[in-house]
């Protein structure tokens, strides 16, 4: 099958090079994909020369602006009709395209989505990103850092975003829904979470587990966790890091006791919580699936996040159904 992806080469840390490598290796990795490149035009036509890409398999929509992380995201979209994330999301909107991505200003995803990409509804979209958990599984959080204040009436929306995400691309009859909070018991946690309880406790379309503390998040007690963006950010980069720094003290202690052997374990522990390779955090609530990368994504993780498209388009779609 043929797949064609926008991608916003401006807003990386590490510059629009290491984009348009990412770009160049999904090219070689999947035979039916085409992609649309928004940023410098001569920039990114002599990398793919370089690399001997045929221009049949790639657009580009040339733009030298971009929103950096220091802007206000609303007035960066209004403001910036040329910018590169702006041009992604125009172009995006065509039915040839199968979704976005891009590693910049996640505020600015979250307001472009919102403006070009919105449903009919103009549902408020989340940012979710699926994560291994204890049981083998895959747990939903949402949000991961697009709405950092948000209301009860919005958590219960990104609960019934996540269930339906869960239920269509994960076959999950019916996704355990929990909400992040300080305490396990009915009544723990802190004004938002004490109001949203029993409004998703009441949802009938929502299969509500109850409260779920930080140590438990990923322990595989629900497949949608709930919680406003700055929490989830948190739970998301401390989960991340603490993985990161589980795995190099056995690397130390390893090579300080010569057990070579356990680099096997090192090995597993890399490839299941190696949390770029699980591809970008997800946008929910609009047309198309909008994938953000981290701002020090590398190739490897573009084409992570390729993969992860791909899988959607050739899956359930979680955006028309």
Same mark, same amino acid.
């Given at each position: /099958? ?5 991608i916003?080469c401006l807003?990386?840390d590490?510059? =629009?090079?290491a984009?348009?490598?990412g770009?160049i290796? $999904? ?6 994909l085409?992609?649309t490149?928004a940023?410098? #035009?001569?920039l990114?036509v002599?990398?793919m020369?370089e690399?001997n @890409? ?6 580009v929509?040339?733009?030298a602006?971009t ?6 995201p609303?007035v +960066?979209?209004? &403001?910036?009709? !040329?910018?590169?994330l702006v041009?992604?999301?125009k ?7 199968i979704?976005?991505? $891009?590693a910049?200003n996640?505020g600015?995803i979250?307001?472009g989505?919102?403006r070009?990409?919105?449903? =009919?509804?103009?549902t408020r979209p989340c940012?979710?990103?699926v994560?291994p958990?204890? #049981?083998?599984?895959f747990t939903?959080?949402? *949000?991961?850092?697009a $709405?950092?204040?948000v209301?009860s009436s919005?958590?219960?929306s990104?609960?019934r %975003?996540?269930t339906?995400? /869960?239920?269509n691309l994960?076959k999950i009859d019916s996704?355990?829904?929990? @909400?992040l &909070?300080?305490?396990?018991? #009915?009544?723990k +946690?802190?004004?938002l979470?004490?109001?949203?309880y =029993?409004l998703?406790?009441e949802?009938e379309d929502?299969?509500f587990v109850?409260?779920i503390?930080?140590? /438990? &998040? %990923?322990a595989g007690?629900?497949?949608?966790l ?6 989830g950010?948190?739970?998301l980069?401390n ?6 720094l %589980?795995i190099t003290? @056995?690397?130390k202690?390893s090579?300080m006791n !010569?057990?070579?052997?356990?680099m ?9 919580y190696?949390?770029s ?7 929910l609530g609009?047309r198309? =699936?909008i994938? #953000?990368?981290?701002? !020090?994504? *590398? $190739?490897?993780?573009?084409v992570?996040t390729?993969?992860m498209l @791909?899988n ?8 028309s159904k």
């Amino acid at each position: /099958m043929k797949y064609n992806v926008v991608i916003d080469c401006l807003g990386s840390d590490k510059g =629009p090079e290491a984009i348009i490598e990412g770009a160049i290796k $999904s090219l070689n990795k999947f035979e039916g994909l085409s992609v649309t490149l928004a940023g410098p #035009k001569d920039l990114i036509v002599s990398k793919m020369n370089e690399a001997n @890409i045929s221009s049949d398999r790639y657009l580009v929509l040339d733009a030298a602006e971009t929103i950096t992380n220091y802007e206000n995201p609303t007035v +960066g979209i209004m &403001s910036k009709p !040329n910018a590169s994330l702006v041009q992604a999301f125009k172009e995006a909107g065509k039915d040839e395209y199968i979704g976005v991505i $891009s590693a910049g200003n996640s505020g600015a995803i979250l307001m472009g989505g919102l403006r070009f990409l919105s449903t =009919p509804e103009r549902t408020r979209p989340c940012m979710g990103a699926v994560l291994p958990n204890a #049981k083998g599984g895959f747990t939903m959080l949402v *949000d991961t850092g697009a $709405s950092v204040d948000v209301g009860s009436s919005e958590l219960v929306s990104f609960a019934r %975003l996540g269930t339906k995400f /869960m239920r269509n691309l994960y076959k999950i009859d019916s996704p355990r829904v929990g @909400i992040l &909070s300080n305490g396990a018991e #009915k009544g723990k +946690g802190n004004h938002l979470v004490k109001e949203t309880y =029993p409004l998703l406790e009441e949802a009938e379309d929502i299969n509500f587990v109850g409260n779920i503390e930080g140590n /438990m &998040s %990923l322990a595989g007690e629900c497949d949608v966790l709930v919680c406003d963006g700055f929490a989830g950010n948190q739970v998301l980069k401390n989960s991340e890091g603490m993985a990161k720094l %589980l795995i190099t003290e @056995i690397v130390k202690y390893s090579k300080m006791n !010569n057990k070579p052997e356990l680099m096997e374990v090192v090995g597993y522990l890399m490839s299941k919580y190696d949390f770029s390779s699980l591809g970008g955090g997800i946008l929910l609530g609009v047309r198309k =699936p909008i994938l #953000k990368c981290r701002g !020090n994504s *590398d $190739s490897a993780a573009i084409v992570a996040t390729v993969q992860m498209l @791909i899988n959607f388009a050739e899956g359930a779609s979680v955006y028309s159904k």
